[in-house]
């Protein structure tokens, strides 16, 4: 298992990657429905593609908790088997939910195929993404934390732990040889993130007194397009999951007043909890930021439901007390997906303009519609943006004389 997770290796770049096609599974439990589960599935599918895998089937069952040995029940696992019996293409069953050692074991043995979870395509798109040996060493240790409770399930054959007759043996058995050497590595990846971490610390400091300013919000949501349109800036964009693991950051000036633009990894729904703890460092940024850009997705269908999650995780970095702009993009696309075509721009506009109130009133802060793509209200952007960064400066620095 840990063979597939080798990342700084250089590929042989002559070989064409041959596409996986994949099922996932997911169930409904009794606290969601099935809108919800939809949902969750065609992020799991997108985060599939992602990867380089279609999805030509999905298999849903309604179940109040996931069966222990299977996670799906019998007659679901059989109904299954059988899809992968009969279409040779298939080499992969993504699970929407993390499984045990032990779930994936008998999954493996019953289905003669790959089986991975939610945690380990993330994981493996995470590995795939990092360029920096910041990035890498996160991976790393995310892995490393990932599949320490899973060796039991992988190795059980090889443990005595009994006692007895027929079960004494001499020295550590290689569960125990295993475990130790994971317990070392996730040690010495530890070591070297606070190695790194430290240097970027450094490298922060160095920045100057300028404001900072940090770009977050959901995976794809179109952060690091809005960067390039901003700065005029050459960051990696792509219409894929997690196109973004490093951070990038650039100097900007608007008017005659200088700052910094930070571009973060983006967020997602049921994220690992190890991925979360081994990436705060990256999101440090938005941590030691002055404002917060929150970008939104507003073509998305659950973009509300996308905001709750950077909160949450906004939250949880002691950042949400920042002054925040929300700013919702994609505002073409959103016209192309829910106006009819015989709307006048006046009803559009009023349409719009209803729906600015209504999110300035549920979150309380600014927000603006934009397209980082066209550069709509890219002048308005700018001006709020600028102001919102001479208070900062006005705040930080009430005696110096003002250049800007």
């Not at 799906?72 to 992969?92: C, M, R, W």
């Not at 089986?115 to 040996?133: E, G, Y």
Request: glycine share 6%.
């Amino acid at each position: 298992m840990s063979g597939n997770w080798e990342i700084g290796k250089k590929k042989n770049s002559g070989l064409k990657k041959e596409t996986e096609y994949c099922i996932i599974v997911g169930i409904i439990r009794r606290e969601q429905t099935e809108e919800q589960v939809t949902e969750y599935l065609d992020e799991l599918e997108f985060l599939a593609l992602t990867a380089g895998a279609v999805c030509k089937k999905r298999y849903v069952q309604k179940m109040d908790h996931p069966h222990v040995r299977t996670f799906v029940g019998s007659g679901k696992l059989e109904e299954i088997i059988a899809y992968v019996e009969e279409d040779e293409d298939i080499s992969l069953i993504i699970f929407d939910d993390d499984l045990t050692g032990k779930q994936t074991s008998i999954l493996e043995e019953e289905a003669k195929i790959k089986i991975i979870d939610r945690s380990q395509l993330i994981l493996d798109i995470f590995a795939t993404r990092a360029q920096t040996a910041q990035a890498k060493t996160q991976v790393e240790l995310a892995q490393m934390q990932y599949l320490m409770p899973r060796l039991r399930g992988l190795w059980t054959h090889l443990e005595r732990q009994r006692g007895g007759i027929g079960m004494r043996g001499p020295g550590e058995m290689e569960i125990e040889t295993d475990r130790r050497i994971v317990r070392d590595k996730i040690s010495l990846l530890k070591k070297r993130l606070d190695k790194i971490d430290q240097q970027a610390r450094t490298q922060r400091k160095n920045r100057g007194d300028l404001i900072r300013v940090a770009l977050v919000g959901y995976t794809n949501v179109g952060k690091s397009t809005l960067m390039n349109s901003l700065a005029k800036a050459e960051v990696f964009a792509e219409n894929k999951l997690f196109a973004t693991l490093d951070t990038t950051v650039r100097k900007m000036v608007l008017g005659s007043m200088p700052f910094l633009l930070s571009d973060t990894v983006g967020f997602i729904r049921k994220l690992p909890h190890h991925l979360v703890e081994s990436f705060k460092s990256t999101l440090d940024e938005a941590k030691e930021s002055d404002i917060i850009v929150h970008v939104v997705d507003m073509a998305h269908p659950q973009f509300e439901d996308h905001i709750k999650t950077v909160i949450s995780t906004l939250t949880d970095l002691n950042a949400i007390e920042k002054p925040t702009l929300m700013v919702f993009n994609k505002v073409d696309l959103y016209r192309e997906r829910y106006f009819d075509k015989y709307l006048s721009k006046e009803e559009g506009d009023n349409i719009l303009s209803e729906l600015k109130s209504n999110m300035e009133n549920t979150y309380g802060v600014d927000s603006l519609f934009i397209s980082a793509k066209s550069k709509e209200n890219f002048d308005e952007l700018r001006a709020t943006l600028k102001k919102m960064i001479e208070a900062q400066y006005e705040a930080r620095y009430p005696y110096k004389p003002k250049y800007w």
